[in-house]
């Protein structure tokens, strides 16, 4: 079964407007990461944020993660038109040789 | 850099046919794993190899082996294709260590009629 559960499965808004994509978990982790796939490619890594940070930023990304209720939101202020693609979050083990398991995605469509 | 190559991009097949992806990778990573995707259900994990000469199961096995022959290349074999093997599959490489990225391939998409 699928560790992670984002939420909504689809968002769709208007440039300059914030995006928040929320997933939740199951069990303990090592850390939690957040991908990206634009249509017909393959995945590219966002940002990683540790079993003991709440807070991470990259440009205009930020995470959160709150182990005490397994879940974790990405922020994307002032979307563009090129932020419309998928959005994964995926969770990783202690000892478990860095496999993610990934949760289903978000669908992001970010409209000019 | 080319970073994680798969091949081939695009095959189709007939049930009970077989076939071979091959993934390729020029990071010097010890980690490499095999990922499916189907609509609406993210990424599972077939099998993984934790270095040269080592594989193990992820999610979903069945139906697939591997081989992990030279530290760069990590190839999934289906030996009797089935329809419900139709699938985007996807490979992805990682450092030696229990955190980091995983660097994905573009995907080989694979219908099995």
Redesign the interface.
Known sequence: S?Q?EEDPQALSIQEGENATMNCSYKTSI??L?W?RQNS??????LI?I?SNEREKHSGRLRVTLDTSKKSSSLLITASRAADTASY?C?T?F????????????TRLAVHP | NAGVTQTPKFRVLKTGQSMTLLCAQDMNHEYMYWYRQDPGMGLRLIHYSVGEGTTAKGEVPDGYNVSRLKKQNFLLGLESAAPSQTSVYFCASSELRDTGELFFGEGSRLTVL
């Open positions: 699928q992670g090592n850390n990461q991908y017909g490619r393959g995945l590219v890594h990683l540790r994964f995926a990783a202690l000892g478990g040789y860095n496999k993610l398991i990934f949760g289903a995605g």
